[in-house]
């Protein structure tokens, strides 16, 4: 099996892609109500956070790489 880099940004946006998933899940079952709006707010959110992530790994993966003199 090829190894891959690992990309946090990508978790983070799976994490709420997941949990608006689920969110609207116990909607459709009746085990609670979710506002049709309330996708919106909460996926802007995640990937703004996957962003800052994403930016955050690149800069930490780009510093651990400079080259020794």
Same mark, same amino acid.
């Given at each position: 099996? =090829?190894?891959?880099? @690992?990309? !946090? %940004?990508? $978790?983070?946006?799976? *994490? @709420? =892609?997941?949990?608006? %998933? &689920?969110?609207? #899940? ?7 109500? &979710?506002?049709?709006? #309330? #996708?919106? !707010? *909460?996926? *802007? +959110? %995640? $990937? @703004? $956070?996957?962003? *800052?992530?994403?930016? $955050? +790994?690149? #800069? &930490? ?5 400079? !080259?020794?003199?």
């Amino acid at each position: 099996m =090829l190894r891959h880099e @690992f990309q !946090p %940004g990508r $978790l983070v946006v799976g *994490v @709420f =892609l997941t949990a608006t %998933g &689920i969110a609207y #899940a116990g909607d459709a079952a009746a085990w609670w109500h &979710i506002e049709s709006f #309330a #996708a919106a !707010p *909460v996926m *802007v +959110a %995640g $990937l @703004f $956070l996957a962003g *800052v992530t994403a930016a $955050l +790994a690149r #800069a &930490i993966r780009r510093r651990g790489r400079a !080259p020794k003199s």
